[in-house]
């Protein structure tokens, strides 16, 4: 089995759903930064079945609203001294500022594209969010 | 508490931007302007209401107008953005940011949903949203309840029947959110299949515990409704002239129909309207559309007044 050691200090992000490790590292531009990073696919996992796992050495500043958003059964672990020393479930993000835009053509924010799109959620069961100026719904 | 204490600076821009009880101190106060209005003559002397419609529109600009105008303040106006530098491709942030250097006060209509709320964002005087593409026209609903708590004596225990498009029509939305927040209060919705309220209104108003039913006959509805409201099918919202030609004369009020509805209750319409209420209609006692028009007059009068903070 392959293994990868554990880490001193930094972040692994856990419980990512299978298939979105890739996304979610590229979302998070992990492969732009100077760190080092490992991207663990189709990990055996109990909750799961089946995980994706990322585990980042060093100080990063995470978009957490992002995360939640990807994936939200994501689990963040802080990790100082080789232990987990704070752990963060983002989950659904109340208001997502700027990360998705509206579809709908008779929206303002289509036409004054400096207007920074607001989403508020509306439903966690489905994952619905309405837009803050014209109320159109979108599933994340 | 006078409605002028508390909504004294604060922009209106959805219907529910205000408790039940600001309302009331609204209609309070509308009370007073009606009762007196020569006391009221000059309270707004010395302030400047700029109506921006970038949508047509000639009953809501004329009545902030109106309501201005009679309270001594003056009025600045674009009533045809075509002549205005948004044609030139202003930003409606810049236009706005401009405007609120001039008056004291910006009513906006707008065809972009969400218009009013860029407004307020960038406004530094209070905007009052006159309608923003199909999503809210919240002094209509500041109207409709008011005349309603005026003609029927409350706001509470009523059969409220509403007719037509249910679909895209922002009154009716608006309207349905607001009268959801009294007690007792039973709607009967009818329209045709393709007009009914959209699924998210719905799940609104089932999720507030509101009664209703869903109809396509009037007639179903109209022995017991004590408010009758009527709306128009609204071409600008269609895309297809042969759906909008289909739904228009769907559900028309007529004589014949008057005699099914309750000897007491009251006839709107947000106005203006096409051929859903026939003339004949007009001279029975119980259609008050136009009376309902000249209450949103005092109604916006003292909306003026309270976000003013006059008086």
Do not use: W
Not at chain 1, 31 to 59: F, H, Y
Not at chain 2, 36 to 50: I, T
Not at chain 2, 69 to 93: C, F, N, Y
């Amino acid at each position: 089995m392959l293994r990868v050691d554990p880490i001193q200090e930094g972040i692994v992000l856990d419980h990512i759903r299978a298939g979105m490790g890739l996304r979610i590292f590229q979302e998070l531009g992990l492969g732009e930064k100077n760190l080092t990073v490992a991207l663990l696919m189709n990990v055996p996992s109990t909750k799961l079945g089946r995980k994706d796992m990322i585990k980042i050495t060093g100080v990063l500043d995470l978009d957490l609203t992002k995360l939640g958003l990807l994936d939200p059964g994501i689990t963040v672990n802080y990790i100082a001294g080789g232990k987990v020393v704070r752990k963060v479930k983002p989950g659904l993000p109340e208001r997502v500022i700027g990360l998705i835009r509206c579809r709908n053509p008779r929206c303002i924010t289509a036409t004054e594209s400096y207007v920074t799109p607001e989403f508020i959620l509306v439903s966690p069961e489905t994952k619905e969010y309405a837009c803050s100026f014209c109320g159109e719904r979108v599933r994340v | 508490m006078r409605a002028e204490v508390a909504l004294k600076g604060r922009s209106f821009i959805n219907a529910l931007d205000f408790s039940p009880q600001e309302y009331e101190a609204l209609f309070a106060l509308a009370e007073e302007v009606r009762a007196r209005p020569r006391d009221f003559a000059e309270s707004c002397v010395g302030k400047l209401l700029a109506t921006l419609f970038f949508e047509p529109s000639t009953r809501t600009r004329l009545s902030f107008e109106a309501a201005m105008l009679r309270l001594g303040g003056k009025v600045l106006t674009v009533a045809d953005p075509q002549t205005s530098s948004v044609a030139k491709g202003e930003s409606l942030a810049d236009t706005i940011r401009t405007v609120a250097a001039y008056a004291d006060l910006i009513v906006i209509r707008h065809p972009k949903e969400g218009a009013a709320q860029l407004a307020a964002m960038y406004s530094e005087v209070p905007v009052i949203n006159a309608g923003d593409g199909a999503r809210e026209h919240p002094t209509q609903t500041l109207t409709d309840l008011y005349t309603i708590r005026t003609l029927k004596g409350r706001l509470s225990e009523l059969n409220v029947a509403v007719c037509g498009d249910l679909r895209y029509g922002r009154t009716v939305h608006s309207l349905l959110r607001a009268l959801t927040r009294y007690p007792g209060m039973r709607f009967f919705l009818i329209s045709p299949q393709e007009l009914r309220i959209p699924d998210p209104l719905r799940d609104e108003l089932l999720a507030k515990g509101s009664v209703f039913e869903e109809m396509e006959q009037m007639e179903e509805a109209l022995p017991y409704a004590d408010v009758l409201y009527m709306t128009r099918v609204q071409k600008e919202r269609f895309f297809n002239e042969e759906d909008y030609l289909r739904l228009r004369d769907f559900y028309i009020l007529t004589t014949d129909r008057l005699k099914l509805l309750k000897e007491d209750a009251i006839i709107m319409h947000p106005l203006p309207r096409v051929t859903e209420i026939a003339y004949g209609v007009d001279a029975d006692p119980r259609a008050v559309y136009f009376q309902q028009a000249r209450f949103g007059m005092y109604v916006r009068m003292a909306l003026i007044l309270s976000v003013l903070g006059v008086v």
